[in-house]
């Protein structure tokens, strides 16, 4: 899996909406709204990218997932001096 969002390679993270610490907090008033908020927040459990907890990973064998890694490729790619040369020459010289 990668991510859409910061080019993160690896497992997606289990995520649920809401707080722990409410939980814990509306386990300790009551039974009740603690039985509620856990089941709440079960049923709303996503699945993310654990550096920026963004929802956009993508298998890296789907087409979007090999583009995304591509263009991450290029990204880490350093920079030559020839490189520099060209885009200097054709923003000077229009080559
Ligand atoms: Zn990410």
């Known amino acids: 899996m990668i991510c ?10 289990r995520f649920s909406k809401g707080s722990y610490l409410l939980e814990i907090i509306l ?4 039974f009740v709204p603690g039985t509620l908020y856990t089941t709440w927040r079960f049923f709303n459990e996503y699945h993310a ?6 929802m956009t990973m993508t298998p890296l064998d ?4 090999k583009k995304i890694a591509n263009e991450k490729e290029r990204m880490n790619e350093p920079i030559t ?9 054709r923003l000077f010289y229009g080559k």
């Open 4 to 13: 859409a969002h910061c080019g993160y390679i690896g497992k997606t993270e």
């Open 27 to 30: 386990w300790m008033m009551l």
């Open 49 to 54: 990218c654990p550096i920026c907890r963004n």
């Open 62 to 65: 789907s087409t979007l997932g």
């Open 81 to 89: 001096k020839k490189e520099v040369h060209n885009f200097l020459a």
